[in-house]
């Protein structure tokens, strides 16, 4: 920080457990990526490779390494591991991870069906060999999941080798976690929270709101992703009350206004 303000949450410095910035490459160029990095590298934990744009993108190896050299953990989006597996590809996929360099691996099924017992042994299996992080829930705003099933997934994906799961919400933020109209499903995330811990959690929360809403709930160390790469700063500011939506939350309440 520039200046040091009594009555900031303490925020614990990379690599860290809580309080990670998930942050989504749609397809940034080289340069937007150092220019991001320039702005708020040091707030950035890992980059997602947005769904399967690594496969049609210019640089992607020049832009992994870029990130990796600035303390940036980079890995794939978890649709293009299911583009590999609903081909029979797995190891192909494999192959395709060890070309880039890259040593953190999505696995998720939010658009492919297959057995919750075969995902587990895919993240077991990978984890001997990567860093895995899984995504549980599914993309389309069809398809139900009852909070327990919820709860039985994620204990079920960390016992098989995830470092953390991620609460899907797509791009959008209106699907898994979060009603059509952009809402949290409140129930549904306290009952979560009740048998998973916070720290093994990353919530989806691409839009303000969303963000605002989980700073609030778990404080300024909840574990956020799909965070715009020009919001990264701003997402900051809500975490540490230095922005109109947590303004108060963190001051003694002799210097909050009367009401």
């Known amino acids: ?107 998720s099924d939010g658009s492919i069906h297959i057995s919750h017992k075969e995902k587990c042994e895919y993240i077991h299996n990978l984890s001997r060999y990567y860093t895995v992080i899984s995504e549980v829930g599914s993309k389309e705003a069809s398809v139900i999941i009852s909070p327990s099933k919820w709860i039985r997934m994620m204990t079920d994906e960390l016992e098989s080798g995830s470092i953390k799961v991620i609460a899907e919400a797509r791009e959008s933020g209106n699907v898994g976690i979060y009603r059509s109209n952009g809402t949290a499903h409140v129930v549904l995330i306290n009952r979560i929270l009740e048998k998973v811990k916070p720290e093994n959690i990353l919530w989806e929360a691409p839009n303000k709101a969303q963000q605002v809403w989980f700073v609030k709930l778990l404080g300024a160390n909840v574990n956020l992703g799909n965070i715009a790469p020009n919001e990264v700063i701003s997402l900051e500011t809500i975490r540490l009350g230095l922005r109109g939506d947590t303004f108060f939350d963190y001051l003694p309440e002799n210097l909050k206004p009367e009401e």
């Open 1 to 107: 920080m520039n200046v040091k303000l009594p009555y900031i949450p303490e925020r614990p410095e990379k690599p860290r457990q809580s309080g990670v910035n998930m942050i989504m490459d749609k397809g940034l160029s080289l340069s937007e990526a150092q220019n991001m990095i320039d702005s708020s590298g040091h707030l950035i934990d890992y980059v997602k490779l947005g769904f399967g744009t690594s496969v049609v993108a210019a640089q992607v190896q020049e832009k992994i390494d870029l990130y990796k050299k600035n303390n940036i953990r980079p890995y794939f989006g978890g649709t293009l591991f299911e583009a590999f597996i609903i081909r029979n590809m797995f190891d192909e996929f494999r192959k395709y991870v060890d070309k880039f360099g890259v040593d953190f691996i999505e696995v």
